[in-house]
């Protein structure tokens, strides 16, 4: 099998041998060389990390191919302490919120929905922009890197699972999504099943190549607004799009803001 056939499903199904054969291959492709090689525990098996260097920068190995990217709203039910903690802070907080909770929730999450996505390799960890460079696509073309498009990002740091966050449907609701804060189980601090350091601080909010699609953060507002414990966690759901950060950042307001949000650059294979 080449690059060119590997998708999700196939790259899943691969024994040790195969998948570090291909993951060599897409190190030789991107001009790099493979620096990770492993496996993790990921939706009742084990799924192959590969993470390539390539001129300083790490980048992670991301099978493309038919996907399931988005959540679906219908058939989730939150966990009693989830919707507990919405009706008792948020909705009493007066913050003007729907009061159902699935309301409120499909205003943020894309629905689900399948979607074809390429092979790729993905940095490990968002960028910042040299304060040089003129734009992000200049910088990201130079270098010939690209911006990922919203389904990619998704398939990227949901790897395949149909659960609300990247690590389950659960998150601890009794300590705060960003910075330092004490997260015993990892919730946010491990990396993803591909090896990516994604939708770990609600702080940390990433461009896409739709202006209209920011991901992984809002930017501390639930946070320091109060909103609630379980409204906090929600910008780091990996199907969050937070539309607030998309208007602000595409807004004269969010001209002086480049160094607020992150970039992860993907390199094409092939």
């Known amino acids: 099998?080449?690059?060119?056939?590997?998708?999700?499903?196939?790259?899943?199904?691969?024994?040790?041998?195969?998948?570090?054969?291909?993951?060599?291959?897409?190190?030789?492709?991107?001009?790099?060389?493979?620096?990770?090689?492993?496996?993790?525990?990921?939706?009742?098996?084990?799924l192959h990390r590969a993470v390539v260097e390539r001129g300083g920068q790490r980048f992670a190995l991301i099978p493309g191919g038919e996907v399931t990217v988005g959540f679906d709203l219908e058939s989730w039910r939150p966990l009693p302490e989830q919707l507990g903690s919405y009706r008792t802070e948020t909705l009493a907080g007066g913050f003007g919120f729907d009061?159902?909770?699935?309301?409120?929730?499909?205003?943020?999450?894309?629905?689900?929905?399948?979607?074809?996505?390429?092979t790729v390799l993905m940095a490990?960890?968002?960028?910042?922009?040299?304060?040089?460079?003129?734009?992000v696509m200049e910088f990201l073309t130079e270098q010939e890197l690209r911006l990922p498009a919203p389904d990619e990002w998704e398939h990227a740091c949901g790897a395949g699972a149909r659960t609300l966050f990247r690590w389950g449907s659960a998150c601890p609701l009794d300590r705060e999504p960003y910075g330092d804060h004490d997260d015993p189980a990892g919730h946010r601090r491990r990396t993803n099943a591909f090896g990516l350091r994604i939708a770990r601080d609600v702080y940390e909010a990433?461009?896409?190549?739709?202006?209209g699609s920011?991901?992984?953060?809002?930017?501390?507002?639930?946070?320091?607004?109060?909103?609630?414990?379980?409204?906090a966690w929600l910008p780091l759901a990996t199907a969050n799009r937070n539309p607030g950060m998309a208007e602000f950042l595409n807004g004269p307001e969010?001209?002086?803001?480049?160094?607020?949000?992150g970039v992860r650059p993907v390199l094409d294979l092939g």
């Open 1 to 46: 099998m080449s690059l060119a056939d590997l998708t999700f499903d196939r790259w899943r199904a691969l024994d040790r041998d195969a998948a570090h054969r291909l993951a060599l291959e897409a190190a030789r492709s991107a001009d790099g060389r493979l620096v990770e090689f492993d496996g993790a525990p990921h939706l009742g098996g084990v």
């Open 99 to 118: 009061d159902d909770l699935t309301a409120h929730l499909a205003r943020y999450l894309t629905p689900r929905r399948t979607a074809s996505v390429p």
């Open 124 to 135: 490990v960890e968002p960028w910042e922009l040299p304060d040089e460079a003129d734009s």
């Open 206 to 211: 990433e461009a896409t190549s739709d202006p």
């Open 214 to 231: 920011v991901y992984g953060g809002d930017g501390g507002e639930a946070v320091c607004g109060g909103y609630g414990a379980f409204v």
């Open 254 to 261: 969010g001209e002086d803001m480049g160094d607020e949000f």
